[in-house]
């Protein structure tokens, strides 16, 4: 599986950019789907995901009421909304796809509950 993520850019702090992600495998090949990111000199970390067979989704607090993620479980395909944008936002933005056979430890939070990334998308965000 292949993840494809786009929508990446620069924009000013307040501003708002969508981010896509489609996978190459497009029917019901997943059980959740997130987005993580890395700012330079620090560690990735979660963004958000969605749980395809509970329909819950999942925040990081630094985010919570200014991204919202959504997806089609049936295209395997995911996307963020980040609206009143932060400089502290700038970092190379992940998409991520738990698959569907994946046995590992299930935490929404957690890099190794997903088994396929993305080559992730640059958001800059200015002051």
């Known amino acids: 599986v292949q993840l494809q993520a786009s929508g990446g850019g620069l924009v000013q702090a307040g501003g708002s950019l969508r981010l896509s992600c489609a996978a190459s495998?497009?029917?019901?090949?997943?059980?959740?789907m997130a987005w993580f990111r890395q700012a330079p000199g620090r560690e990735r970390e979660f963004v958000a995901a969605?749980?395809?067979?509970?329909?819950?989704?999942y925040y990081a607090d630094s985010v919570k009421g200014r991204f919202t993620i959504s997806g089609d479980n049936a295209k395997n395909t995911v996307s963020l909304q980040m609206n009143s944008l932060k400089p502290e936002d700038t970092a190379v933005y992940y998409c991520?796809?738990?698959?569907?056979?994946?046995?590992?430890?299930?935490?929404?939070?957690?890099?190794?509950?997903?088994?396929?990334w993305g080559q992730g998308t640059q958001v800059t965000v200015s002051s």
């Open positions: 495998v497009r029917t019901f090949s997943s059980s959740a």
């Open positions: 969605i749980s395809w067979s509970s329909g819950s989704s």
């Open positions: 991520a796809e738990r698959g569907r056979n994946y046995r590992g430890s299930w935490l929404p939070t957690l890099y190794t509950s997903y088994d396929y």
